[in-house]
């Protein structure tokens, strides 16, 4: 997918004024944070099954190249393919060449960030194979030809009203005076849409919540029971995954399915956890005749050993992009590419370079929610501080904003300066807005006072307080 | 080099060591082939078969479940005849094959039954299940020549005939139960000693969504109903 990440300030301005965005995200708050709070607290355990999930994942990525070695050995074995692919192009080509060899004409898909990650629907579409989505909140953006706005509510941004546009439009052959007003309205028009589709698809592609080495088995969680059709039906299953999917056994799965459906959706299960082996048995009466596993690294094996290494902890529950207060004002689109919210502010970066991305780890007021309800205790504020280390490092940051910390550094790393400095500033700006008692404008920080005043100072500055405070508690003890 | 030499290179360099051998490997070895339980929620904890099936129906309700419960087998045919009538559901449905030679239809002649897996055009099906997890009202189901996948997706209503016996507390019991009962002769039981079935389905409820802003709604792709017969046995 092609990145708009430079352009995040634009994108953010346009999302604020957008007034049906601005509607559609009031969901966010009301539907995922209340379900979290409450099935969390129905689990006296969870915060102890955190540690045991940050430990498993941990365990994984120092063994990575074990574990994915055992996966592939077991895949086999049941019949199975794995495809090893470095980067997007590959990954897009080895699932194009399935799709011609088994001269598929349309494809079904369940969600997948991966496969949005390469770009894979344009990529069929150019070469011939026509890709249908599956997941209704997927299919409702593919009408619309967008990407998704959050990882697991693709459609979050997209209110009942401009469904029904895009339904119409699209579903031509249906009574034009149908109604088209409560969600039952949609879920049955596009449940009753799809249900052929799968049983003509020549291939299904799925994603993976889990790799499971153990068993060499793939893990899909859903509601809506698209994805599992979609791996039923397809003549052959093809399943898009990032490396660090990989967990050992069906019993680590088991830990880590404790956090995920509560930090995703607010659910104790989500409706559908299902494991594929292999393809159908020579016996069975249903079931896709061939299996792959298509295994995308793009970059994940260089975040190991560096202080990024624990993104690869993430399971996509979005959690912290239903917690951040940034994704809940602009929405997920002005990310500009594929993962939104903190976590795509981490991972954006790591994937397609600073110099792409280095807005995404700015727009945070490092309020730190999100790594308070991560199930894998991803540090993701300190991750995003140091992306702007880095972004600081290499001169991308703004002229202005490196002026401004040269001078910062230059008198805060200088005790008696700076104390000068902060004791005159403050006088002199506790004068100015003494009649007021606040400041509307000041030099070098409009923008920030464009929209907010700033408090004046009442007279001493911290060291001083802090030195007038010791001097007291001396002079009692 | 390949793609598969370069990415595991990769993954060994930025880890800063060769692959893994000697006494490193075989503790992994180890690990997989004798899975450890990791922490296990205490909510099923001291519970008799009594007390999990309490806590299977409450939390499989709680998602929207319906369950009755019969004294044995025999009653399972009236009482799907009885769901059927009470819910205004055609009077037809597939059955697995697993079920074929328990469940006596001929005390239900209105029921028209079919036997294999679905094509679709059912709206109802009736299928057995490998066990029941009562941590969070989730049934287990896997898949075979006699139980196929496609009965638990693609009609309308699914109904799951379930034993009390098949009841367990959390989802690593449910996980045990399945080892042993897939290992392959002559081996104790776990890790790479037991068959992986083609499908192994977790269902917790009717199929759902909340893409139309966020509002639930049953029956996305997968049954608008998930209706368990409970069997005493």
Same mark, same amino acid.
């Given at each position: 997918?092609?990145?708009?990440?430079?352009?995040?300030?634009?994108?953010?301005?346009?999302?604020?004024?957008?007034?049906?965005?601005?509607?559609?995200?009031?969901?966010?708050?009301?539907?995922?944070?209340?379900?979290?709070?409450?099935?969390?607290?129905?689990?006296?355990?969870?915060?102890?099954?955190?540690?045991?999930?940050?430990?498993?994942?941990?365990?994984?990525?120092?063994?990575?190249?074990?574990?994915?070695?055992?996966?592939?050995?077991?895949?086999?074995?049941?019949?199975?393919?794995?495809?090893?692919?470095?980067?997007?192009?590959?990954?897009?080509?080895?699932?194009?060449?399935?799709?011609?060899?088994?001269?598929?004409?349309?494809?079904?898909?369940?969600?997948?960030?991966?496969?949005?990650?390469?770009?894979?629907?344009?990529?069929?579409?150019?070469?011939?194979?026509?890709?249908?989505?599956?997941?209704?909140?997927?299919?409702?953006?593919?009408?619309?030809?967008?990407?998704?706005?959050?990882?697991?509510?693709?459609?979050?941004?997209?209110?009942?009203?401009?469904?029904?546009?895009?339904?119409?439009?699209?579903?031509?052959?249906?009574?034009?005076?149908? @109604?088209?007003? #409560?969600? *039952? /309205?949609?879920?049955? &028009?596009?449940?009753?849409? +799809?249900? %052929?589709?799968?049983?003509? $698809?020549?291939?299904?592609?799925?994603?993976?919540?889990?790799?499971?080495?153990?068993?060499?088995?793939?893990?899909?969680?859903?509601?809506?029971?698209?994805?599992?059709?979609?791996?039923?039906?397809?003549?052959?299953?093809?399943?898009?995954?990032?490396?660090?999917?990989?967990?050992?056994?069906?019993?680590?799965?088991?830990?880590?399915?404790?956090?995920?459906?509560?930090?995703?959706?607010?659910?104790?299960?989500?409706?559908?956890?299902?494991?594929?082996?292999?393809? @159908?048995?020579? #016996?069975? *009466? /249903?079931?896709?005749? &061939?299996?792959?596993?298509? +295994?995308? %690294?793009?970059?994940?094996? $260089?975040?190991?050993?560096?202080?990024?290494?624990?993104?690869?902890?993430?399971?996509?529950?979005?959690?912290?992009?239903?917690?951040?207060?940034?994704?809940?004002?602009?929405?997920?689109?002005?990310?500009?590419?594929?993962?939104?919210?903190?976590?795509?502010?981490?991972?954006?970066?790591?994937?397609?370079?600073?110099?792409?991305?280095?807005?995404?780890?700015?727009?945070?007021?490092?309020?730190?929610?999100?790594?308070?309800?991560?199930?894998?205790?991803?540090?993701?504020?300190?991750?995003?501080?140091?992306?702007?280390?880095? &972004?600081?490092?290499?001169? +991308?940051?703004?002229?202005?904003?490196? $002026?401004?910390?040269?001078?910062?550094?230059?008198?805060?790393?200088?005790?008696?300066?700076?104390?000068?400095?902060?004791?005159?500033?403050?006088?002199?700006?506790?004068?100015?807005?003494?009649?007021?008692?606040?400041?509307?404008?000041?030099?070098?920080?409009?923008?920030?006072?464009?929209?907010?005043?700033?408090?004046?100072?009442?007279?001493?500055?911290?060291?001083?307080?802090?030195?007038?405070?010791?001097?007291?508690?001396?002079?009692?003890? | 080099?390949?793609?598969?030499?370069?990415?595991?290179?990769?993954?060994?360099?930025?880890?800063?060591?060769?692959?893994?051998?000697?006494?490193?490997?075989?503790?992994?070895?180890?690990?997989?082939?004798?899975?450890?339980?990791?922490?296990?929620?205490?909510?099923?904890?001291?519970?008799?078969?009594?007390?999990?099936?309490?806590?299977?129906?409450?939390?499989?309700?709680?998602?929207?479940?319906?369950?009755?419960?019969?004294?044995?087998?025999?009653?399972?045919?009236?009482?799907?005849?009885?769901?059927?009538?009470?819910?205004?559901?055609?009077?037809?449905?597939?059955?697995?094959?697993?079920?074929?030679?328990?469940?006596?239809?001929?005390?239900?002649?209105?029921?028209?039954?079919?036997?294999?897996?679905?094509?679709?055009?059912?709206?109802?099906?009736?299928?057995?299940?490998?066990?029941?997890?009562?941590?969070?009202?989730?049934?287990?189901?896997?898949?075979?020549?006699?139980?196929?996948?496609?009965?638990?997706?693609?009609?309308?209503?699914?109904?799951?005939?379930?034993?009390?016996?098949?009841?367990?507390?959390?989802?690593?019991?449910?996980?045990?139960?399945?080892?042993?009962?897939?290992?392959?002769?002559?081996?104790?039981?776990?890790?790479?000693?037991?068959?992986?079935?083609?499908?192994?389905?977790?269902?917790?409820?009717?199929?759902?969504?909340?893409?139309?802003?966020?509002?639930?709604?049953?029956?996305?792709?997968?049954?608008?109903?998930?209706?368990?017969?409970?069997?005493?046995?």
């Amino acid at each position: 997918m092609q990145s708009t990440s430079r352009n995040f300030k634009d994108n953010a301005h346009k999302a604020l004024n957008d007034a049906t965005l601005q509607r559609a995200l009031l969901n966010v708050k009301s539907g995922f944070q209340e379900n979290r709070a409450r099935t969390v607290a129905g689990l006296p355990e969870f915060e102890r099954l955190r540690d045991a999930g940050r430990d498993i994942k941990n365990h994984v990525l120092a063994n990575l190249d074990f574990y994915l070695e055992r996966f592939e050995e077991n895949v086999t074995a049941n019949g199975g393919h794995v495809h090893w692919c470095r980067t997007p192009a590959e990954a897009r080509e080895k699932i194009l060449e399935i799709c011609k060899r088994r001269e598929a004409k349309t494809v079904t898909k369940g969600k997948s960030m991966v496969a949005e990650e390469i770009g894979l629907n344009d990529y069929l579409e150019e070469n011939g194979v026509e890709p249908i989505e599956t997941d209704l909140g997927e299919y409702i953006i593919q009408l619309r030809h967008e990407p998704p706005s959050h990882i697991i509510a693709p459609a979050i941004h997209v209110t009942r009203e401009q469904i029904a546009v895009d339904f119409r439009r699209e579903h031509s052959d249906l009574d034009p005076n149908r @109604r088209l007003e #409560e969600p *039952r /309205d949609f879920t049955d &028009e596009a449940r009753a849409k +799809l249900r %052929d589709k799968y049983f003509a $698809a020549d291939v299904g592609i799925t994603g993976a919540n889990f790799l499971i080495a153990e068993t060499g088995s793939t893990v899909i969680v859903t509601n809506e029971g698209n994805g599992d059709m979609t791996q039923l039906l397809g003549k052959a299953h093809v399943v898009i995954a990032s490396l660090e999917k990989i967990v050992p056994t069906l019993e680590d799965a088991s830990t880590i399915l404790r956090l995920l459906a509560r930090s995703a959706t607010g659910q104790e299960m989500s409706v559908y956890t299902s494991f594929s082996t292999g393809p @159908r048995r020579s #016996e069975d *009466r /249903d079931g896709p005749e &061939e299996f792959h596993v298509v +295994l995308l %690294d793009n970059g994940r094996s $260089a975040m190991l050993g560096t202080e990024f290494q624990d993104m690869l902890r993430c399971i996509r529950c979005a959690a912290c992009m239903n917690h951040c207060p940034v994704y809940e004002a602009v929405g997920g689109h002005a990310y500009g590419w594929v993962y939104p919210g903190p976590m795509g502010s981490v991972l954006t970066p790591s994937l397609i370079g600073v110099e792409e991305a280095g807005h995404l780890p700015n727009a945070s007021t490092f309020c730190g929610r999100c790594e308070s309800v991560c199930p894998m205790r991803i540090p993701l504020p300190k991750m995003m501080r140091h992306y702007r280390q880095r &972004e600081f490092e290499k001169g +991308l940051s703004p002229q202005k904003a490196r $002026a401004g910390l040269s001078v910062w550094s230059y008198v805060a790393t200088r005790p008696k300066l700076y104390r000068l400095a902060t004791r005159l500033a403050s006088g002199l700006l506790g004068r100015l807005g003494k009649v007021k008692g606040r400041l509307t404008t000041l030099p070098l920080a409009g923008g920030w006072t464009s929209v907010r005043d700033m408090p004046a100072p009442e007279g001493k500055t911290f060291h001083d307080l802090y030195r007038d405070r010791q001097a007291a508690k001396g002079g009692r003890e | 080099m390949s793609a598969r030499d370069d990415i595991l290179g990769s993954i060994r360099k930025s880890l800063g060591r060769e692959a893994l051998t000697g006494d490193a490997a075989a503790q992994l070895r180890q690990r997989l082939a004798q899975p450890a339980r990791n922490l296990i929620p205490d909510r099923t904890a001291g519970r008799d078969t009594a007390g999990l099936t309490t806590l299977f129906v409450d939390k499989a309700r709680e998602f929207a479940c319906t369950v009755d419960e019969v004294d044995s087998l025999d009653a399972v045919p009236e009482a799907v005849r009885a769901y059927l009538s009470r819910e205004n559901l055609p009077a037809r449905l597939v059955q697995a094959p697993a079920l074929a030679d328990g469940l006596d239809w001929s005390q239900t002649p209105t029921l028209e039954i079919k036997t294999g897996t679905s094509d679709g055009s059912e709206d109802t099906s009736v299928t057995p299940v490998f066990a029941a997890v009562a941590e969070t009202g989730t049934l287990m189901l896997t898949s075979d020549v006699t139980t196929p996948t496609g009965l638990n997706f693609l009609p309308e209503n699914h109904i799951a005939v379930l034993r009390r016996s098949q009841i367990v507390g959390p989802l690593e019991d449910a996980w045990a139960r399945f080892r042993a009962a897939r290992a392959k002769a002559g081996t104790a039981g776990p890790g790479d000693s037991f068959t992986m079935p083609r499908t192994v389905n977790l269902i917790t409820g009717p199929s759902r969504t909340g893409d139309i802003e966020q509002k639930i709604q049953m029956g996305a792709h997968g049954p608008r109903r998930l209706h368990v017969i409970l069997v005493a046995d």
